[in-house]
Nanobody, 118 residues
Framework: QVQLVESGGGLVQPGGSLRLSCALS????????MGWYRQAPGKQRELVAA????????NYADSVKGRFTISRDNAKNTVYLQMNSLKPEDTAVYYC???????????WGQGTQVTVSS
């Protein structure tokens, strides 16, 4: 059973930084293209950043390009999201996603709240 456990959310002032972590257990980490999504109140869940399944390239939402960086540590089965220059509009619940590189169902973490406010 695949499990994703997120950590690192919290309250931060505008302009500040946070790093989110997501640890995968129960399967082989390298079999998944990992990503981060977010959902703000009253809005649909949206892609923030993700590794693609092809040559481990990355996709970023236009709104976070240049401010957020996704990375992964295969030895620790962990994906990270470094968030810099945070803005109030980045406030949302952030979800970790694991998408099998070969066919299969996606897995989701429980979500971690990020609040950007002064």
């Amino acid at each position: 059973q695949v499990q994703l456990v997120e950590s690192g959310g919290g309250l931060v002032q505008p302009g500040g930084s946070l790093r989110l972590s997501c640890a995968l257990s129960g399967s082989i980490f390298s079999m998944y293209a990992m990503g981060w999504y977010r959902q703000a109140p009253g809005k649909q869940r949206e892609l923030v950043a993700a590794f693609t399944s092809v040559v481990a390239t990355t996709n970023y939402a236009d709104s976070v390009k240049g401010r957020f960086t996704i990375s992964r540590d295969n030895a620790k089965n962990t994906v990270y999201l470094q968030m810099n220059s945070l803005k109030p509009e980045d406030t949302a619940v952030y979800y970790c996603n694991a998408r099998p590189i070969v066919a299969g169902n996606d897995y989701w973490g429980q979500g971690t709240q990020v609040t950007v406010s002064s």
